[in-house]
């Protein structure tokens, strides 16, 4: 079973930004896509980015694209999320996953626990 661990939420201004980190206990890190999703409250989980294994391809959701990137360090099994010009809709738990590539959460099979982030206007 992997294990994600998501770090780095908070809460930011309005026009701010912050960045996620997940790492992950998978020895064969550097070839799994990984991805990140984000759930407000009273909505269903959004597809926001992913990576693939290399990380030469990415691909963003419309609500995030040329705000957010995503990127990752396979010698150190992370991944990370940086995520500029937040506005408050941006507010949500973000989670890191991994075994999957489509843009439905049905699609990949590890989660972390979420990290919250909350943009305050």
């Known amino acids: 079973q992997v294990q994600l661990v998501e770090s780095g939420g908070g809460l930011v201004q309005v026009g701010g930004s912050l960045t996620l980190s997940c790492t992950s206990s998978e020895d064969t890190f550097s070839g799994t896509p990984m991805g990140w999703f984000r759930q407000a409250p009273g909505k269903e989980r959004e597809f926001v980015a992913r990576?693939?294994?290399?990380?030469?391809?990415?691909y963003y959701g419309d609500s995030v694209k040329g705000r957010f990137t995503i990127s990752r360090d396979n010698a150190k099994n992370l991944v990370y999320l940086q995520m500029g010009s937040l506005a408050p809709e941006d507010t949500a738990t973000y989670y890191c996953?991994?075994?999957?590539?489509?843009?439905?959460?049905?699609?990949?099979?590890?989660w972390g626990q979420g990290a919250m982030v909350t943009v305050s206007s």
């Open positions: 996953a991994a075994g999957g590539w489509g843009i439905s959460p049905r699609e990949w099979t590890s």
């Open positions: 990576i693939s294994s290399s990380g030469i391809t990415t």
